[in-house]
């Protein structure tokens, strides 16, 4: 399967004069195709006690001239996945909200998140997939 194409978009504090400068600017034009833009594609959750519940959000924007139609979106077993089940038009945010047990882990690790869209690679004719993830570092009970 292809990996749909996406951006880290996560920016330095700018300056009061760049910010200015910033609402300005035009908008960024979108790609042609399927693209989705993620604040953060990679997420560190930080130190988790064993049995601790974490809850975070992976967020993303269509900045494609496609609709994106998120088919499943999985995770392992200590993870729990709420996805948009609605068609995200281009311009729109989506998210992907994640729970994690830690309670089902024994050890640090970084766990992938698997997005399957409804939307086919037009190279393949397969669903596109795309993965993000997210980082731990598990301390003993």
């Known amino acids: 399967m292809n990996v749909v194409v996406a951006q880290n978009t996560t920016k330095k504090p700018a300056s009061s004069k760049a910010k200015a400068t910033a609402v300005q600017s035009r908008p960024v034009q979108a790609q042609r195709g399927v693209h989705m833009t993620f604040v953060s594609e990679h997420l560190n959750i930080g130190k988790v006690k064993k049995g601790e519940i974490k809850k975070f959000d992976f967020v993303f924007t269509n900045t494609g001239t496609e609709i994106i139609e998120i088919d499943i979106a999985s ?35 970084t766990v992938d998140v698997d997005i399957y869209l409804k939307n086919l690679d037009p190279k393949t004719g397969h669903r596109i997939l795309k993965i993000v993830d997210y980082t731990y570092e598990l301390l003993p009970k």
Do not use: M, Q, W
């Open 75 to 109: 995770g392992c077993d200590c993870t729990t996945l709420d996805y948009p089940r609605n068609k995200i038009l281009p311009g729109k945010k989506g998210v992907i909200h994640v729970t994690f047990d830690s309670g089902k882990k024994d050890a640090s690790e």
